[in-house]
């Protein structure tokens, strides 16, 4: 008589068994290792030590994988542009909480953040996201552009190149950034601003 298949969620020839938080955190390791393209539902079952088709019952294919992924990364990310500390106050209090708002994303989301900051746009998931991802950028770029109207930041640097080398920074963070690094989370956000801003604020004639 043919054995039961053991379900993902018990153990399984020794191994813990897995869920589908557990199996999307470790497929986004991969992903990032070897690039998506690269990562076959193959690859993830070796690495997982299941098979293929306990790997699809939680998850429908390799792209609904991703999908899920990268809304670990995007779902936060698009939650502080309807953040009411973000879209009212002085423009100067805006700026900085979106600032550090986003390194907190960064920081608690990395791999998921690494995931989309690599995408290539091969795939309409991949597409999808990345649209997703300048409409964030939008609204960065004209709160942004909001604060040189006040006279917050400098005017002789265009909004949208300020917005990139703004939050091109934070996301610089992704290939480097530990939390078992020398400097903690904290120290990095208030860096962040520092740099940030001090470098980008407006000076008095």
């Not at 609904?64 to 423009?91: M, N, Y």
């Not at 992704?174 to 990095?188: H, K, S």
């Amino acid at each position: 008589m043919p054995s039961t298949p053991t379900p993902v969620g018990a153990s399984r020839q020794g191994r813990p068994g897995y869920d589908q938080e557990s199996v999307l955190a470790l497929s986004v390791r991969v992903f990032n290792r070897h690039g998506y393209d690269a990562t076959s539902m193959g690859m993830l079952a070796g690495e997982l030590g299941v098979s293929k088709s306990a790997i699809y019952h939680h998850v429908q294919s390799k792209e609904h994988l991703l999908r899920l992924a990268l809304d670990e990364a995007l779902v936060p990310l698009e939650a502080l542009t309807e953040d009411d500390s973000i879209r009212t106050g002085p423009v100067a209090e805006r700026l900085e909480h979106m600032l550090r708002a986003t390194v907190r994303v960064l920081i608690d989301r990395q791999p998921y953040v690494t995931l989309l900051l690599r995408l290539r746009g091969n795939t309409a998931v991949e597409r999808d996201a990345l649209r997703r991802r300048r409409e964030i950028d939008l609204m960065a770029a004209e709160l942004v552009g909001r604060a040189q109207q006040e006279g917050v930041l400098r005017e002789d640097v265009d909004a949208r190149t300020s917005t990139r080398l703004l939050f091109g920074m934070i996301s610089s963070m992704a290939e480097w950034f530990r939390t078992d690094g020398p400097v903690p989370a904290a120290q990095v956000e208030d860096l962040v601003v520092a740099m940030a801003l001090d470098g980008l604020r407006a000076r008095s004639l």
